[in-house]
């Protein structure tokens, strides 16, 4: 699922970045989903690219389902862990060698999430069919937090924004037990069993 949004997200911005006549893309390349350093603390994005690097994945606890059943279409009852909801938080960084082509860049990102924040079947009819929906909300950090993130993150900064992608929906379609569904029920009088 992680995966999946990613790719939607890159998509949008390739497809909203080309259809911009002032920066005069030729390629869709220019977009990688990467870590920001490789594991030997090189970095890992390729010049002249933006970045889109998952930094945090935290659940969804507001909207949190508590249906542990699902009725199947023979009339059995399934038990299941219910599904949960995750929000992601993705840096997308400019990793340009022209500081200001990569600013340029990363402005044309915000416009991007900018006029449109939210991704159905409706308005993306090219989603992935495992996505429900996707809201992308931009996430400010103060200098202390983006400080801690860089350093986490084992990098030197460059340009970037931060943005929260809101109800990623996994849900293992694993059943624990069938059972036949309860139809009647009887209520017994308090006097009976005497």
């Known amino acids: 699922m992680i995966d999946i949004a990613l790719e939607q997200l890159k998509s949008t911005i390739i497809r909203f970045l080309t259809g911009l006549t002032e920066l005069n893309i030729t390629s869709e390349d220019f977009v990688e989903?990467?870590?920001l350093v490789k594991h030997d603390g090189t970095i890992a994005l390729t010049d002249n690219t933006l970045g889109i690097t998952l930094v945090n994945v935290e659940e969804e606890r507001?909207?949190?389902s508590q249906k542990a059943f699902?009725?199947?279409?023979?009339?059995?009852v399934s038990r299941l862990?219910?599904?949960?909801?995750?929000?992601l938080f993705v840096l997308i960084?400019?990793?340009f060698s022209d500081y200001d082509k990569g600013l340029q860049y990363l402005s044309a990102v915000i416009r991007c999430f900018q006029s449109n924040n939210v991704f159905t079947h409706e308005n993306t009819p090219e989603m992935d069919s495992t996505l429900e929906k996707l809201i992308?909300?931009?996430f400010t950090l103060n200098f202390e937090q983006q400080n801690h993130l860089w350093g986490a993150l084992g990098a030197k900064y460059v340009p970037s924004v931060l943005y929260r992608v809101r109800l990623i929906t996994v849900q293992e379609s694993l059943t624990k037990a069938e059972e036949?569904?309860?139809?009647?029920?009887?209520?017994?009088?308090p006097g009976e069993g005497e």
């Open 136 to 138: 992308v909300e931009l």
């Open 62 to 64: 507001v909207v949190k």
């Open 33 to 35: 989903i990467n870590p």
């Open 93 to 95: 960084s400019a990793n």
């Open 70 to 76: 699902s009725i199947e279409s023979n009339g059995q």
């Open 180 to 189: 036949s569904p309860i139809t009647s029920f009887r209520v017994s009088d």
């Open 81 to 87: 862990n219910p599904e949960i909801k995750l929000n």
